[in-house]
């Protein structure tokens, strides 16, 4: 069997490379091509494509920046699917590029296996599309408990497989206490999610250490060009929008000392940590798994962020927010992420014990509905259920009722 992948982001890239992995132990001869990162390229072999430097790009404005190039990109991925005839292409995730590319095979190849795993949030932001997506799309493996329901009354054939977050982070538990003076900054992983998050963390952590000169700060960071980027912000301090008369949020030199970068410590720091200031995306489920009290950030573009509001339909950006459906953890999202805000919640966290209580114990309850571990393996036995079918068409019904 051959399968060809296309992941556009880390986070898909840990999972296409925990799924190929899970794959492999069921059927050993199993061949991959594709576009991912380097962990599935690891696993694939040198004719699986890296791209995921130039491909992980974040909001409308940085797509039609970068137009030319993901039209190319689309082509080739075109190209090389139909050359290769695979028996199924899985598409992780990336729903901007993955969907137009699923629409597109469909009309190329009618017969071609099309599998989306890790299915796209169109939930939040154009529900009406979920019908058309069950006309090019064979089978959805969904992470989210709600997905499977709302996407088979559509008449797409969903399977709840549960979110591959927690075997791969189980893996990186270990016994610590947390220090009552560490507060862990994740400003994202993505170059513009930094540079536009990164200055408003330190402004908040100088006024936190205005309060209490004893705090330290860890920051993480996922690759050593984005380290290399917070080390040019925090040694070149800018002017802040925040600024009033009785702002005092500038990083002084001995500040500075207590604020350290660490490369590929995130699950690390969120274990020491006593309190953390997360950016939105896949770090604040990593953050509830590891039972970190934090507040949530986000910024963006204004462009991008006013596209947004006229298309996305929900109550929270957090996922632990939107499992729950309320407001477990504080959100400072575009023009309400200001520094004083964001450090008064922090502190509200780590002074409030019961406050702090109360959304541990709600971590718990939305990662316990998350489906436990095992989720790539369940992946790997719906696909491989789906490739069988394939072949053997009358046994659909004994295929799926095999899946656990």
């Avoid at 899985?90 to 071609?112: C, H, K, M, S």
């Avoid at 912000?233 to 000392?257: C, M, N, V």
Wanted: net charge positive; charged share 25%.
């Amino acid at each position: 069997m051959t399968i060809y992948f296309v992941a556009g982001e880390a986070s898909a890239d840990n999972h296409g490379a925990a799924l190929m992995h899970s794959l492999r132990g069921l059927d050993t001869n199993i061949q991959f091509f594709g576009r991912g990162g380097p962990r599935m390229r690891a696993i694939a072999g040198e004719k699986f494509t890296d791209w995921l430097n130039d491909a992980a790009v974040l909001g409308l404005w940085e797509v039609i920046r970068r137009y030319g190039y993901f039209r190319k990109q689309f082509r080739e991925t075109l190209k090389e699917i139909q050359e290769s005839k695979p028996d199924a292409v899985v598409l992780i995730d990336y729903p901007g590029f993955n969907l137009r590319l699923a629409r597109a095979l469909r009309n190329r190849a009618p017969a071609q296996k099309i599998i989306y795993y890790i299915s796209p949030q169109v939930w939040a932001w154009n529900r009406g599309r979920i019908k058309k997506m069950a006309r090019f799309l064979d089978l959805v493996l969904c992470i989210f408990p709600f997905e499977a329901d709302l996407y088979k009354k559509s008449g797409l054939r969903t399977v709840f497989v549960g979110h591959p977050m927690g075997e791969r982070l189980r893996a990186r538990k270990f016994d610590t206490e947390r220090d009552p003076s560490l507060i862990g900054l994740f400003p994202g992983s993505r170059m513009r999610e930094v540079r536009k998050i990164f200055p408003v963390l330190l402004e908040a952590a100088a006024l936190l250490l205005r309060r209490n000169p004893g705090l330290r700060f860890e920051v993480a960071a996922v690759s050593d060009a984005l380290a290399a980027e917070m080390s040019e912000i925090l040694d070149q301090p800018r002017e802040s929008a925040d600024r009033t008369d009785s702002y005092r949020g500038e990083l002084s030199g001995q500040d500075r000392k207590v604020i350290r970068i660490k490369v590929g410590e995130t699950a690390a720091i969120m274990q020491r940590a006593f309190v953390g200031i997360v950016a939105s995306g896949s770090a604040t489920l990593e953050a509830a798994y590891f039972r970190l009290p934090f507040v949530l950030i986000y910024k963006v573009a204004w462009p991008t962020y006013l596209a947004a509001r006229l298309v996305v339909n929900i109550k929270y950006l957090g996922m632990p927010n939107l499992l729950a459906d309320k407001e477990v953890v504080p959100e400072f999202i575009q023009h309400r992420a200001k520094s004083k805000a964001i450090a008064k919640a922090v502190w509200r966290l780590m002074e409030n014990a019961d406050a702090r209580e109360r959304m541990i114990s709600e971590f718990d309850a939305v990662v316990a509905s998350l489906g436990g571990s095992g989720a790539s393996e369940r992946a790997a036995q719906a696909i491989i259920a789906e490739l069988k079918e394939r072949r053997f068409p009358d046994r659909r019904g004994d295929m799926e009722a095999a899946l656990p």
